[in-house]
């Protein structure tokens, strides 16, 4: 069984830093892309940005490019978004998603809140 | 910029709907990568079509997807109560971009 399982969100300072770790599990890691969506409350899906397979290349939404960086840790088949200079716009849930081929988001963790608020 | 769904669609029990999400040449109109989810409320969004009418193993035949032009759809046939949710589209352009939702009532 595929599983995704998001942790490290919470209530962070704006100009704050926040990182979040995917655990995921019943797969093999290495064969797929991996992408942050993220759900301001009461909004629609906003893409965040993906890594491929290896970790060398990351992609990245207008809005975050600069501030965010996701990495991969292929060993502990973990996936992470380091998220810098946070705003109050920056407030969702954040899901972690298994890119099945083509932008086919077929697999999604439970979310994780983040809370950008002083 | 975002895919244009309209905000909502209504339909009885048993009817069919078709929801629409429109973007333009760079996106829907240029690739086949176009994916609908569902997500109902305080739930995570569900995986109901892809690349246009595939559909992922355990959906139902009663959602299928279209393509023409700049324009996708999403069709619902024999609308069911447990059909009552978001739905979204989602296209690859230059990156991948959400269509804004569309609210489904099942009256």
């Known amino acids: 069984e595929v599983q995704l399982v998001e942790s490290g969100g919470g209530l962070v300072q704006p100009g704050g830093s926040v990182r979040l770790s995917c655990a995921t599990s019943?797969?093999?890691?290495?064969?797929?892309?991996m992408t942050w969506i993220r759900q301001a409350p009461g909004k629609g899906l906003e893409w965040v940005g993906h890594?491929?397979?290896?970790?060398?290349?990351?992609h990245y939404s207008d809005s975050v490019r600069g501030r965010f960086t996701i990495s991969r840790d292929n060993a502990m088949n973990s996936l992470f978004l380091q998220m810098n200079s946070l705003m109050a716009d920056d407030t969702a849930m954040y899901y972690c998603v298994r890119d099945s081929g083509f932008f086919r988001f077929e697999y999604w963790g439970h979310g994780i809140p983040v809370t950008v608020s002083s | 910029s975002a895919l244009t769904q309209p905000a909502s669609v209504s339909g009885s029990p048993g009817q069919s709907i078709a929801i629409s999400c429109t973007g333009s040449?760079?996106?829907?109109?240029?690739?086949?990568?176009v994916s609908w989810y569902q997500q109902h409320p305080g739930k995570v969004p569900r995986l109901l079509l892809y690349e246009v009418s595939n559909r992922p193993s355990g959906i139902s035949s009663r959602f299928s997807g279209s393509k023409s032009g700049n324009t996708a759809s999403l069709t619902i046939s024999g609308l069911q109560t447990e059909d009552e949710a978001d739905y979204y589209c989602t296209a690859f352009g230059s990156s991948p971009i959400f269509g804004g939702g569309t609210k489904v009532t099942v009256l």
């Open positions: 890594v491929r397979q290896d970790g060398g290349n990351q």
């Open positions: 040449t760079s996106d829907i109109g240029k690739y086949q990568y």
């Open positions: 019943g797969f093999t890691f290495t064969h797929f892309y």
